[in-house]
């Protein structure tokens, strides 16, 4: 299983739970350090734009627009403190 499969996993996971992102570990050092985020344009929108990384190693899975599940970390445009992470490993 390559990298980018752990975190595609870990990424079904903390979607339908958001709260479990906390205590989930980092597919690629194993570290809690995990952020999941929302960029929204309006507060409560049903759409965003979703970033997910480990603030430890900084990896992550590209930012992509999906739906808002219920729970989980809404930022406003402009508020987003994203930074430049590695995207995961294919190989």
Do not use: H, N
């Not at 309006?42 to 739906?67: D, H, I, K, Y």
């Amino acid at each position: 299983m390559t990298e980018l499969d752990r975190w595609t996993q870990l990424a079904d996971s903390v979607y339908r739970d958001p709260s479990a992102v906390s205590s989930s570990k980092c597919p690629t050092c194993g570290s809690t350090s995990l952020k999941l985020v929302y960029v929204v344009s309006s507060s409560g929108a049903e759409q965003g734009l979703c970033a997910l990384w480990c603030e430890r190693c900084l990896t992550g899975l590209p930012p992509g627009f999906s739906r808002v599940p219920q729970g989980a970390d809404q930022v406003l445009e402009g508020d987003a403190r994203i930074p430049d992470f590695r995207l995961a490993a294919s190989t």
